[in-house]
T-cell receptor
Framework: ETGVTQSPTHLIKTRGQQVTLRCSSQSGHNTVSWYQQALGQGPQFIFQYYREEENGRGNFPPRFSGLQFPNYSSELNVNALELDDSALYLC??????????FGSGTRLTVV | KQEVTQIPAALSVPEGENLVLNCSFTDSAIYNLQWFRQDPGKGLTSLLLIQSSQREQTSGRLNASLDKSSGRSTLYIAASQPGDSATYLCAVISTSGTYKYIFGTGTRLKVLA
């Protein structure tokens, strides 16, 4: 039991569609980060939220957006899906500062 | 810009061998370094976290060392078992900017029975 739950576990979408991935963190985890892991690669940082505000972003286009809610849940939204968006998406949360717990991920396939 | 490199990319060993996985990073200004295990298609399981002020951490058959000055870490696995087969990822969190992990590309380990 990691304390970080992601849903759904698997998802298939068509190119051009929009998708929302969800993450539920432990109570008190004010920081949540999202990562994209392409096949055979290490995870890449997408963005981070602290107390519902985005406070860091990686090299991803604006069609990747997020939300964090007061109940320690968060969302990753991707618009205008492209084939290259196919990846494992990981959520990680922390009460404060470095030292994160990762969820099991959502496997997104874009066809 | 922080970069993390892991060597080797893949490793196949017979059961029972002791082995070392290597991780190097280009910027020594880090908060911590963490080793993760990832099974195929699954999420990340934290194995060991080394704070920047520490030199090593141990958990069971695993030992991780950190040499910040040289930008290197090693993960030592003693008496390897087939159940250790997985991808091992090294990640650092830098002191500058957002608390985000910078990951290496991993070492794919296969332990043969």
């Amino acid at each position: 039991e990691t304390g970080v739950t992601q849903s759904p576990t698997h998802l298939i979408k068509t190119r051009g569609q929009q998708v929302t991935l969800r993450c539920s963190s432990q109570s008190g985890h004010n920081t949540v980060s999202w990562y994209q892991q392409a096949l055979g690669q290490g995870p890449q940082f997408i963005f981070q939220y602290y107390r519902e505000e985005e406070n860091g972003r990686g090299n991803f286009p604006p069609r990747f957006s997020g939300l964090q809610f007061p109940n320690y849940s968060s969302e990753l939204n991707v618009n205008a899906l492209e084939l290259d968006d196919s990846a494992l998406y990981l959520c990680a949360s922390s009460p404060t500062g470095p030292g994160y717990t990762f969820g099991s991920g959502t496997r997104l396939t874009v066809v | 810009k922080q970069e993390v490199t892991q060597i080797p990319a893949a490793l196949s060993v017979p059961e029972g061998e002791n082995l070392v996985l290597n991780c190097s990073f280009t910027d020594s200004a880090i908060y911590n370094l963490q080793w993760f295990r990832q099974d195929p298609g699954k999420g990340l399981t934290s194995l060991l976290l080394i704070q920047s002020s520490q030199r090593e951490q141990t958990s069971g058959r695993l030992n991780a060392s950190l040499d910040k000055s040289s930008g290197r870490s090693t993960l030592y696995i003693a008496a390897s078992q087939p159940g250790d087969s997985a991808t091992y990822l090294c990640a650092v969190i830098s002191t500058s900017g957002t608390y985000k992990y910078i990951f290496g590309t991993g070492t794919r380990l296969k332990v043969l029975a």
